[in-house]
């Protein structure tokens, strides 16, 4: 899933008409973004690689052009590339009446970016002189203001790029359902901490059945796992708190305008206790009437 400089889009870009959906792609080099513009196409945006920072003006003219949301990758190898025209530059989009603008951050394990660009022999844009490492760091050091401003922040460490499509179609879609998503997520600590996670629940104080050896080559999708794990006196208590919490903040989420919801639940192998509550409470947001997409993350990426 590395990037490249080549522009996804080989025809001459044109201007956009007001009340169009704009999204900037940026991000690590290697993170994906050639992947991210390439999967945005597809789903109908005309996707700009590279623009330089002084014609963005240019391209985005409320009131003119073809009615299609843009979206436009910028990264470390753009002409006149720095953060702060960057975010100047999104700023003034943002006063535009009629365009919706959102930031999309693409970020990744260091140890991930260094396998990409040694199995594709590439270059780092900033590691002509120095080691490969060297220049990840001192990239992420410069673009870690736009990673703290983003709209949407994708960590593609651990996501194939069947996954990662998907999520962009959560996000991107152009569907006329506009509604708050809520993207619950099982995962294991000793993997580490989703990044995109919002809200970050810790379930290593239920009752564990990794020590049941029937229960143990089972997940949390199966109703014996899930029996069990609800059958610790601190289940029910633990749910109800966890409701409660989300049924009074989810719609004031949304009044402010916020698209995106990520609540990870963590346990110690991301197979068992996680999985179960993330399948039920994945379960209680479809019932309220909210946008679910669940994910497992240590399972749907293969891990034990």
Known sequence: MTDCPSPVNSQAPT?????NRVVIVTGMSGAGKTLALKALEDLGWEAVD???????????RPGDGVPRPLAIGVDIRTRDFGVEPL????????????????LLFLDCDDDVLCRRFTETRRRHPLAMDRPLLDGIHHERALV???RARADVMIDTTNQPPAEFKRALANRFG??????LVVFVTSFAYRNGLPREADLVLDVRFLANPHYVPELRPLTGRDPAVAEHVAADPAFTGFLNSVT???????????????SYLTIAFGCTGGRHRSVAIAERIAGW?????????????ELDDGGS
Do not use: T
Request: positive net charge; proline residues 6%; aromatic residues 2%.
């Open 87 to 102: 975010l100047a530059a999104i700023d003034r989009l943002m006063a535009e009446s009629g365009i919706d603008v959102s």
């Open 285 to 297: 947001l479809r019932e309220h009437g909210s946008r679910v997409e669940l994910r497992h993350r």
């Open 174 to 179: 152009l569907d006329a359902d506009r509604r």
């Open 244 to 258: 409660g919490l989300l049924e009074p903040l989810l719609p004031r989420f949304a009044a402010e305008g916020k």
């Open 50 to 60: 590279n623009l330089p920072l002084s014609l963005v003006g240019s391209l985005v």
């Open 15 to 19: 201007a956009v008409r007001g009340g």
């Open 144 to 146: 870690s203001p736009l």
